[in-house]
């Protein structure tokens, strides 16, 4: 079975966070392919690590006067800001082997240095999952290993509000953060990098990437997951 494209593209970001499970959860079942899964957040949102404390992280009151949400995701790493000026990529494959997450993370991390080089981009690889643009983090990644599948995410900060981003992340440092469109003197289109990303993923998992869509499962699975999970603040305010 080939690996399946699906490009949200901008969407809500209860959805598309909903999403990246709904397809965990279908693939460890074999009832779908491993997956490729493109989206942006069409309104401002801080993605939560599954264990972080979020009175530590994040600003609540800045967040409701500038109508940022904020959803808890399930793989770990830390807390981050993400909107549509943000690309973000999950991918759910079956485990092979016994694969550490360093290894995965290095793994990944490399093909989206190698996607960007495509584009005239030389960005560099800093353990154990952040990839930097001029000494500046442009792009990070979280992962999760259950049972027999492996859900990553990552990040590729295009235009990102930064002002923003520093205003609700309690602990955000801009001189540490930046974007492509701030680093590089020609920003590549969103469509651009899709692409590029997509031949690397393809290089790496030594597999064509086909366009697809949601099953009607998936689709179930999404808004029940949305429903009882991701807009329940039992869920989200959980630490």
């Given at each position: 079975m080939g690996w399946r494209l699906i490009d949200t593209d901008i969407a809500d970001p209860y959805y598309v966070t909903a999403a990246d499970d709904a397809?965990?959860?279908?693939?460890?079942?074999?009832k779908v392919p491993n997956t490729l899964h493109f989206y942006r957040r069409h309104l401002?949102?801080?993605?939560?690590?599954?264990?972080?404390?979020?009175?530590e992280d994040i600003d609540l009151k800045l967040c409701r006067k500038h109508n940022v949400k904020i959803v808890r995701r399930t793989t770990g790493g830390g807390t981050i800001?993400?909107?549509?000026?943000?690309?973000?990529?999950?991918?759910?494959?079956?485990?092979?082997?016994?694969?550490?997450?360093?290894?995965?993370?290095k793994n990944i991390c490399s093909s989206v240095v190698s996607a960007l080089e495509r584009l005239?981009?030389?960005?560099?690889?800093?353990?154990?999952?952040?990839?930097?643009?001029?000494?500046?983090?442009?792009?990070?990644?979280a992962q999760v290993k259950k049972d027999n599948i492996t859900l990553i995410h990552g990040t590729l900060l295009?235009?990102?509000?930064?002002?923003?981003?520093?205003?609700?992340?309690?602990?955000?440092?801009?001189?540490?953060?930046?974007?492509?469109?701030?680093?590089?003197?020609?920003?590549?289109?969103?469509?651009?990098?899709?692409?590029a990303l997509k031949?690397?993923?393809?290089?790496?998992?030594?597999s064509k990437i086909k366009k697809g869509n949601f099953t009607s499962h998936e689709q179930y699975s999404i808004e029940k997951l949305i429903n009882e999970r991701y807009t329940n603040d039992k869920w989200t305010f959980m630490r």
């Open positions: 397809i965990a959860q279908a693939r460890k079942q074999d401002p949102c801080i993605s939560v690590g599954r264990s972080r404390k979020i009175e800001y993400t909107d549509k000026g943000c690309l973000i990529y999950g991918l759910i494959f079956g485990n092979k082997g016994d694969t550490s997450l360093e290894t995965t993370f005239n981009i030389h960005t560099t690889y800093k353990k154990p999952n952040d990839i930097l643009l001029h000494g500046k983090k442009i792009s990070g990644s295009v235009d990102t509000n930064l002002e923003l981003m520093n205003n609700v992340l309690k602990n955000s440092k801009n001189t540490q953060v930046s974007t492509l469109a701030r680093e590089s003197t020609n920003t590549p289109s969103i469509k651009d990098l899709k692409e031949i690397e993923f393809e290089k790496h998992f030594n």
